[in-house]
T-cell receptor, first 113, second 114 residues
């Protein structure tokens, strides 16, 4: 059974600082997704990583994927308050057919002024 | 198109009652997914449709749960004889067959069973 673990689960940081969220998964997969969720809201897609070594950046967020280590990272650069949210990584364990995503527990990020 | 829509957004029901939720995917999206999210957890896969065919169901989907997508467009998720443990956010997502890895999520239906 595929397991997806995020670390840390809670993160409180100051504006302007850098930090990294880690996502480990237990079986082979070439597809890794990052989502953002604001309180009471649905999921917003941030990044789709589809191959080993994939790196994508959007604003202050950068995501990378190492399929050999079964590890993805979400790096936050010079954090701002607007990035406060819960971040989920998800893995697609099936090469063909349904993309039934398996999610991590989420990392609740709070950015303080 | 304004994205995936779900109705209702909130539902409060008493234990033992039946409830039905509706999901309207993005037009032309032939794949539709249902997930359940409990407080403080990530979403969990429930079931998946390709067009009108229900191709996969999670073991989380007990006999009290049934999902349909009769014409390959909107989908309904019904829960019979609700239990307090059914309280959760029910999320619907859709994707296009050419880009199946791009799932677009709806706003969700929050169910509270009292």
């Amino acid at each position: 059974e595929l397991k997806v673990e995020q670390n840390p689960l809670f993160l409180s940081m100051q504006e302007g600082k850098n930090y990294t969220i880690y996502c480990n998964y237990s079986t082979t997969s070439d597809r890794l997704y990052w989502y953002r969720q604001d309180p009471g809201k649905s999921l917003e897609s941030l990044f789709v990583l589809l191959s080993n070594g994939a790196v994508k950046q959007e604003g202050r967020l950068m995501a990378s994927l190492d399929t050999k280590a079964r590890l993805s990272t979400l790096h936050i650069t010079a954090a701002v308050h607007d990035l406060s949210a819960t971040y989920f990584c998800a893995v697609d364990p099936v090469i063909q057919g349904a993309q039934k995503l398996v999610f991590g527990q989420g990392t609740r990020l709070t950015i303080n002024p | 198109d304004t994205g995936v829509s779900q109705d209702p957004r909130h539902k409060i029901t008493k234990r033992g009652q039946n409830v039905t939720f509706r999901c309207d995917p993005i037009s032309e999206h032939n794949r539709l997914y249902w997930y359940r999210q409990t407080l403080g957890q990530g979403p969990e896969f429930l079931t998946y449709f390709q067009n009108e065919a229900q191709l996969e169901k999670s073991r989380l989907l007990s006999d009290r749960f049934s999902a349909e997508r009769p014409k390959g467009s909107f989908s309904t998720l019904e829960i019979q004889r609700t239990e307090q443990g059914d309280s959760a956010m029910y999320l619907c997502a859709s994707s296009f067959w050419r880009t199946p890895y791009e799932q677009y999520f709806g706003p969700g239906t929050r169910l509270t069973v009292t």
